[in-house]
Nanobody, 121 residues
């Protein structure tokens, strides 16, 4: 099993930056796919960024050029660097990982608990 712990959310002024972290712990052999989602009050959850093994990252149009997804495989940690934040970026951000627990096993899906990002002056 694996557990995800997110950090880095908070209150920031418009135009500011935050970096979210998602640390995976437990018996993880490798992370295959990773992504960040967000859900604003009264809205459905939406994809922000996704990075699949061996592929370039893909971003939602509303964050292109402002957000960057990255990972530190040695630490089993995924990051979301958010720059030029706007009030409409306010939401609960959750990480999503697909991880293999053994070399030959199938990947399993895991979700972080979510971290609040509020962009307001």
């Amino acid at each position: 099993q694996a557990q995800l712990v997110e950090s880095g959310g908070g209150l920031v002024q418009p135009g500011g930056s935050l970096r979210l972290s998602c640390a995976a712990s437990g018996s993880i052999f490798s992370i295959t796919d990773m992504g960040w989602y967000r859900q604003a009050p009264g809205k459905q959850r939406e994809l922000v960024a996704v990075m699949r093994s061996g592929e370039n990252a893909n971003y939602a149009d509303f964050v292109k050029g402002r957000f960057t997804i990255s990972s530190d495989n040695a630490k089993n940690t995924v990051y979301l660097q958010m720059n030029s934040l706007k009030p409409e970026d306010t939401a609960v951000y959750s990480c999503n990982l697909w991880a293999k627990l053994t070399r030959w096993g199938k990947p399993y899906e895991y979700w972080g608990q979510g971290t609040q990002v509020t962009v307001s002056s």
